[in-house]
């Protein structure tokens, strides 16, 4: 995956798919490519319905989805590593080392993306990379070092397994909102 987001959580069948759905709707006018798999996940499996529901409202068919196992090479293919939970992040981290600077909670990197648009206004420029999800992966590692740790609640993503399709909803919503920064973040780095 070249220029590409890899949403990795648990099973690959609630959080990741339809954060993969949910980027692809929203980053669909920049280059760059959306996949997810989770670190516990079964290869082949189908998405849960609830999450289904979800993607089909990005306007996407995801009848063809089918979960997959994360693989160190998912990772070090990945331009930028998103995962559910910081024990996800962790797990990416073991398994590709070289795709820690790289490897963020979603909700973590949306902070960093605010933050970073903030900075971007009195700092100056960093270098810009090939490409625009290098740049803003390099301006969030640049405001990685100026934000003060949050509380944990604040990193992971709850899993709404187990829930209604109300709480897949909120999920999805949370979802959106963190991707937002991302997405200005890549559009104004590169």
Known sequence: MVDGVLFVCHANMCRSPMAEFIARRLLRDLPVAVA???TDALDGAAM???AVEVAAGTGADP??????RLRPEHLT????????TRRQRSICTAL???ALPRTFTLRQFARLAAAAAEAEATEPAAPRADSPLRAAV???????????????DADDLRDPIGGSPADFRRCAEEIERSIRPVLALIGTAG
């Not at 293919?77 to 559910?84: E, Q």
């Not at 390099?138 to 944990?152: D, E, F, I, M, S």
């Open 36 to 38: 997810s798999a989770g």
């Open 48 to 50: 849960h319905p609830y």
């Open 63 to 68: 009848a063809a989805f089918r979960t997959r």
């Open 77 to 84: 293919r990945a331009g930028l590593v998103l995962t559910a």
């Open 96 to 98: 590709a080392p070289a």
């Open 138 to 152: 390099a301006v969030a590692a640049r405001a990685r070092g100026r934000l003060q740790p949050a509380t944990p």
